[in-house]
């Protein structure tokens, strides 16, 4: 039944040693209101056996109930008696040979997949989910309704996290955007540190985005780059 119990659960996800100089990313535990609709408390889609987004279902038996103390199992034991919709968001984590077909390696100025040696995304520009783990391993997955940055993470702690535009196999933008995971500039220049440091190549004119004091920014790398290490 520890399973069920919130703390040491987050304690478990939370675990992992960065290599030295660097810091971990931690999936965001907190709730935040967008709009209409609140989002966090990742831990929750991680401790759910289908992946669920639940922080809905969360928020609703805490009105009835009161919040869950020492452990979830009313609050699951209640979900069971829910009509959830079949359709539901949930997010599918990839299992250990689809994380392995995931990363890929520079070549050259493009890059590849580790296993395959294919160049992604040869012939077009598109835009991939990216997450760095604690290995220093390049994720990258196209986002979809059941692909999130967490499919790739198990909401555990990365090195970094965000979106990587790939045009003909060549780095074309990166943005830290990630909301199971809130990057910093700070973590940005990190993720980008790792990525020159692995051999990947990121032109002066590769667009980064990222936000800083809840605005988005935008500047070439060779900036970006200079700024940071300034």
């Not at 304690?11 to 209409?36: A, D």
């Not at 979809?144 to 940055?149: C, D, F, P, S, V």
Request: charge should be negative; glycine fraction near 6%; hydrophobic fraction near 35%.
């Amino acid at each position: 039944m520890e399973h069920y119990d919130k703390q040491s659960f987050i304690t478990k996800l939370n675990k992992g040693s960065p290599p030295s100089g660097y810091n971990l990313q931690y999936v965001f535990l907190g709730r935040k209101k967008l709009g209409s609709k609140w989002f966090g408390e990742y831990w929750l889609e991680a401790m759910d056996p289908d992946h669920r987004y639940l922080l809905p279902w969360l928020m609703a038996f805490e009105q009835e109930y009161g919040e869950p103390t020492d452990t979830l199992i009313p609050f699951f034991n209640w979900l069971h008696q829910q009509a959830i919709p079949k359709d539901s968001p949930r997010v599918h984590y990839l299992r250990h040979l689809e994380l392995e077909k995931t990363i890929v390696v520079p070549s050259k100025e493009t890059l590849q997949y580790r296993l395959s040696s294919e160049i992604c995304n040869p012939n077009q520009r598109n835009d991939y989910l990216f997450v760095i783990d604690l290995n220093q391993n390049l994720m990258l997955l196209p986002e979809t309704e059941i692909y999130h940055h967490s499919s790739l993470s198990h909401c555990r702690p990365t090195l970094g996290s965000g979106m990587i535009c790939l045009d003909h196999g060549r780095i074309a933008e990166i943005a830290f955007y990630c909301g199971h995971y809130l990057p910093t500039k700070q973590d940005g220049k990190q993720a980008c540190q790792i990525l020159l440091n692995n051999g990947f190549i990121i032109q002066d004119d590769v667009n980064i985005r990222y936000f800083e004091n809840h605005q988005q920014k935008q500047v070439q790398f060779g900036a970006f780059y200079a700024e940071t290490n300034g």
